[in-house]
């Protein structure tokens, strides 16, 4: 105990080094976060289905291939009748991530076994140049 009154400032540096540490992490808690490269491969491989949680006026601006705009506010009374399959998966996307991130809870409490928030969002999918429709 002496040598941690002593040395408060060593113990003070190695504790914000172990949080920094873990603060990447720590955005991640929410649930599964997927790749664009994840996605596609969903996408292709088991025929993943796409909701974009984001308005009808964000989704007219452009949105993934095959997407069905269900907006965040209504997605609680809306997937279910949307989406019947439920062991397919699903990927639920908005601008940044974070909007899918909360859609995500509300899907898996649905029974949606394997969905899924597409990590950054449209953002990161644009900057992988991947392409986009408009309504």
Do not use: Y
Request: proline share 5%.
């Amino acid at each position: 105990m002496n040598f941690l009154l002593e040395n408060w400032l060593l113990v003070l540096v190695a504790f914000s080094s172990g949080v920094a540490l873990l603060l990447p992490n720590l955005g991640s808690l929410g649930g599964p976060s997927l790749s664009p490269t994840q996605a596609v491969l969903l996408i292709n491989r088991e025929k993943a289905h796409i909701v974009d949680v984001r308005s009808p006026d964000e989704f007219a601006t452009g949105h993934l291939l095959g997407a069905k705009n269900i907006p965040l506010d209504r997605l609680q009374d809306e997937l279910g009748k949307t989406i019947s399959e439920k062991k397919r998966p699903l990927i639920l996307v908005c601008a940044s991530g974070m909007r899918s991130q909360k859609a995500l809870g509300v899907a898996k409490a649905q029974g949606f076994e394997q969905a899924h928030s597409l990590g950054g969002g449209l953002r990161i999918w644009q900057d992988a140049n991947l392409p986009l429709e408009k309504a």
